[in-house]
């Protein structure tokens, strides 16, 4: 009996063990996302509380406004230049704007009066008196950006590229390669509605071998314009159609702003450097040299770009005493011995663009037809392919 009543117990004991095991188990998954809890509360709250500190040093101290009208001027040079409407306001977008355009209006004014001193023998048809190489190219950087310096020893050897297509842009490395030139790289702006467009239509003004091959101006008087004269000497700044073909402009297009003149900057600081983004401009040196510089932007982890302030200081550090902005963003690309060098930021790879700056060892051999020959902008659908 004694024998099978201690094993009676022994059995009811062992049923009712796992029942009293189960409510410290439920004790400590009752605490674990109690804790659980309050970390996630605190992570909430101290992303709250940041937020709120980041918003008021944004909007109510100088630094953090600094960095809105950043943002929105890297936006601006963007195909979502509506976006920076939520940084700054859309009046605010819209006075920047027009604050900017005027800006480069007035830096285009002062008249240049720089002159160069070509080294014996530039120019010289069998390419053998100069001692340098026609190109050389080294690679630039800064905090925020990497990119490439060209300098082309000779500038009477520049010519202006364009398609060979009517209706069509073409990628500066196809120019390179049909052209036969040594190196090139993108030149003036397009009309580009929805940022979809073919390239084709040129903004302003194109003058290619001493010949304008499209006109754009839309009644206006003037127009900024980057190029080189008959003699090699870089032309850039505000003039008049007369005044360009007076004084024997022979590559040219229309863009802006100019950033040295008289060997000075005319940007005053990395604030008005009209945002971060890829960037090409071309500058002359008093030896005549013309350099371009061209640095990839938008791309985290390789290069995030450049403002033009930036630009400005690397061609003052290498000697210009003329210097101007070229089209840049997706469009910004350089060529050398038919290899891109440098990293496009366009998701679809090179860009279609109507024109380009092309380096040759022998320009006079070169014919470049005038393929708007007959079109004006009224013949052209930017949009259609």
Do not use: C
């Not at 285009?108 to 023998?121: F, K, V």
């Not at 364009?162 to 030139?181: D, F, I, N, Y």
């Not at 304008?212 to 003699?231: A, C, F, N, P």
């Amino acid at each position: 009996m004694n024998t099978k009543i201690s094993t009676s117990r022994a059995s009811s004991n062992r049923k009712t063990s796992p029942t009293r095991s189960a409510a410290p188990s439920r004790k400590r998954a009752r605490k674990r996302k109690s804790r659980f809890a309050r970390i996630a509360g605190y992570l909430l709250l101290t992303a709250f509380l940041a937020g709120i500190t980041g918003l008021g040093w944004m909007f109510f101290t100088e630094s953090g406004n600094n960095f809105r009208y950043l943002v929105a001027d890297t936006l601006i040079t963007t195909q979502h230049r509506h976006w920076a409407k939520y940084i700054i306001g859309q009046k605010a977008l819209d006075q920047r704007v027009q604050d900017y355009q005027n800006r480069f209006n007035q830096m285009g004014e002062e008249r240049d009066s720089h002159t160069i001193q070509l080294p014996a023998g530039t120019g010289d048809q069998s390419g053998q008196a100069e001692q340098k190489p026609l190109v050389q190219i080294e690679t630039i950087s800064g905090p925020s950006y990497k990119g490439y310096l060209m300098i082309v020893n000779d500038p009477t050897k520049i010519r202006l590229g364009v398609p060979e297509k009517a209706g069509k842009g073409e990628k500066v490395s196809s120019m390179v390669k049909r052209t036969g030139a040594i190196a090139g790289v993108n030149g003036g702006g397009f009309a580009d509605p929805n940022w979809q467009g073919n390239g084709f239509q040129p903004i302003g003004l194109v003058i290619s071998q001493g010949k304008v091959y499209y006109e754009d101006l839309g009644g206006k008087k003037s127009t900024q314009i980057v190029g080189i004269d008959g003699k090699g000497k870089m032309i850039a700044g505000k003039y008049s159609l007369a005044e360009i073909q007076s004084m024997g402009v022979k590559e040219a297009v229309t863009f802006q702003p100019r950033i040295i003149v008289n060997g000075k900057g005319l940007i005053k600081n990395a604030k008005d450097g009209w945002g971060i983004a890829p960037r090409t401009a071309m500058g002359q040196r008093a030896d005549g040299a013309i350099m371009f510089v061209v640095i990839d932007g938008r791309q985290p982890g390789h290069s995030i770009g450049a403002n033009l302030y930036d630009v400005q200081q690397i061609m003052l550090k290498h000697g210009a005493v003329i210097a101007a902005n070229l089209d840049g963003g997706s469009s910004t690309v350089l060529v050398k011995d038919n290899q891109i060098l440098n990293k496009p930021s366009s998701e679809h790879g090179e860009r279609y663009l109507p024109t380009a700056f092309l380096v040759f060892d022998h320009p006079e051999q070169v014919d470049i037809p005038n393929i708007w020959n007959g079109l004006g902008p009224e013949d052209i659908d930017p949009a259609k392919w």
